[in-house]
């Protein structure tokens, strides 16, 4: 039973890591440099720079920093995988890893998700949304 509501917390937590990609804010000069830009200031805690990245249409919705860091004695971290471009969007592969004081009894891959960002060339390429 622990472990189910402990699966709970780290999906929220997922959950408000997508919204800060997606809804945060645009533009650079290729798909791989904006995936790495955005990774890096993701691992950064980096929520101005966040902000630069995402396309204009993502902004309006963005959530408060404040409420989505994770719980104390949890580390949340971002690694960028493959990036594939066509004409003008592109999609990266990004994986979260949840690690720390995770609870006893959680199951193995529960701390962590793979997720796509999409990104389009907006007169720069900016991320659109992580799914």
């Known amino acids: ?3 189910i509501l402990a699966g709970g917390g780290v999906l ?3 959950v408000a890591i997508v919204l800060i990609f997606m809804l945060t804010g645009g533009g650079s000069g290729s798909p791989q440099s904006l995936a790495e830009d955005a990774v ?4 950064n805690k980096d929520v101005d720079k966040l902000n630069e990245l995402a396309c204009d249409e993502a902004k309006e919705d963005a959530p408060d920093p404040k409420d989505l860091e994770p719980a104390e004695g949890i580390t949340v971290k971002a690694e960028l ?3 594939k471009e066509n004409g003008d969007t592109a999609t990266a592969e990004i994986t979260i890893s ?3 004081d ?3 009894g959680l199951p193995e891959d529960a701390g962590k998700q793979t997720a796509t960002m999409t990104m389009e060339d907006q007169s720069g390429w900016c991320i659109k949304n992580l799914q």
């Open 1 to 3: 039973m622990p472990w």
């Open 12 to 14: 929220v937590i997922a």
């Open 40 to 43: 890096a200031a993701f691992n």
């Open 81 to 83: 995988g493959e990036v």
């Open 98 to 100: 949840l690690s720390g």
């Open 102 to 104: 995770l609870p006893e």
